[in-house]
């Protein structure tokens, strides 16, 4: 009787120490598993507003600069008097002044609020739409590859979702400082570029493709919002393709 009693105790502590070990194992695994996807889609974040601040908003990271920037714009666009090699020459100088030195760096405010206008519906009526405008064509391209069994839903979930997950501590930009909104204060002369909204990521099945959708309000009549397609490319997310949604 002692030793079955014995025996059933030993295979009781067993099946505990199992269910233990199989528990810890399976919660190390999420563990893993979140951070993975943090490292993978922060980089992508990083990555994307890193080349819409430098080659989309207007250059006003460039505003500490901006006697000099506005300078060289009018000497190139109005005046003729710099050809396009040396204004791009003249203009990274500045760049990489910001890039090397943190305190010439303009704040960029991260908007994580639901105020968003949803701009995407019904995809997949917008793909088979026969319509042939530039809009219409250039939505359909871009669109079309990401499309799976569920025939956009998932797509226009993400497009039409701020993305909250990521604060602006998570951004660590070498052309701005970015910040979180809340801390925009309107009658402090700071150095700025605007505010960004950004959608959550959509992948395709390889995870080398990318879509996202941005808000930027740069004024009262100052502002933009496209849809861009994005491609890894040696570790790096990269804008491939955008259209644009409004403009003011």
């Given at each position: 009787m002692i030793h079955k009693l014995i025996r059933n105790n030993f295979?009781?502590?067993?099946?505990?120490?199992?269910?233990?070990?199989?528990?810890?194992?399976n919660y190390k695994s999420e563990i893993t598993k979140s951070i993975q996807r943090d490292t993978f889609e922060i980089s992508f974040y990083n990555n994307v507003l890193q080349e819409l601040v430098e080659d989309a908003f207007y250059?006003?990271?460039?505003?500490?600069?901006?006697?000099?920037?506005?300078?060289?714009?009018?000497?190139?666009y109005y005046k003729k008097i710099l050809d396009s090699a040396e204004y791009s020459s003249?203009?990274?100088?500045?760049?990489?002044?910001?890039?090397?030195?943190?305190?010439?760096?303009?704040?960029?405010?991260?908007?994580?609020?639901?105020f968003w206008k949803p701009q995407f519906t019904d995809i997949a009526s917008k793909i088979s739409d026969s319509s042939n405008t530039r809009f219409s064509v250039k939505l359909k391209s871009i669109?079309?590859?990401?499309?799976?069994?569920?025939?956009?839903?998932?797509?226009?979930d993400s497009l039409n979702s701020v993305q909250k997950r990521y604060s602006y501590i998570?951004?660590?930009?070498?052309?701005?400082?970015v910040k979180d909104l809340s801390s925009r204060k309107h009658f402090i002369n700071e150095c700025e570029i605007g505010v960004i909204r950004i959608s959550k990521m959509?992948?395709?099945?390889?995870?080398?493709?990318?879509?996202?959708?941005?808000?930027?309000?740069?004024?009262?009549?100052?502002?933009?919002?496209?849809?861009?397609?994005?491609?890894?490319?040696?570790g790096v997310?990269?804008?491939?393709?955008?259209?644009q949604f409004w403009i003011s």
């Amino acid at each position: 009787m002692i030793h079955k009693l014995i025996r059933n105790n030993f295979c009781i502590s067993v099946v505990a120490i199992y269910i233990f070990l199989s528990v810890d194992c399976n919660y190390k695994s999420e563990i893993t598993k979140s951070i993975q996807r943090d490292t993978f889609e922060i980089s992508f974040y990083n990555n994307v507003l890193q080349e819409l601040v430098e080659d989309a908003f207007y250059q006003y990271y460039l505003n500490y600069f901006i006697d000099s920037a506005s300078s060289l714009f009018d000497d190139y666009y109005y005046k003729k008097i710099l050809d396009s090699a040396e204004y791009s020459s003249r203009i990274n100088i500045l760049r990489e002044q910001v890039l090397a030195d943190s305190t010439k760096r303009c704040n960029l405010y991260l908007d994580t609020t639901n105020f968003w206008k949803p701009q995407f519906t019904d995809i997949a009526s917008k793909i088979s739409d026969s319509s042939n405008t530039r809009f219409s064509v250039k939505l359909k391209s871009i669109l079309t590859p990401f499309l799976g069994s569920d025939k956009g839903t998932s797509i226009i979930d993400s497009l039409n979702s701020v993305q909250k997950r990521y604060s602006y501590i998570d951004f660590k930009l070498k052309a701005c400082k970015v910040k979180d909104l809340s801390s925009r204060k309107h009658f402090i002369n700071e150095c700025e570029i605007g505010v960004i909204r950004i959608s959550k990521m959509t992948l395709d099945s390889s995870k080398t493709k990318a879509l996202l959708y941005f808000e930027f309000y740069c004024g009262s009549k100052c502002g933009m919002g496209d849809l861009i397609s994005l491609e890894l490319i040696d570790g790096v997310w990269f804008i491939n393709g955008n259209l644009q949604f409004w403009i003011s």
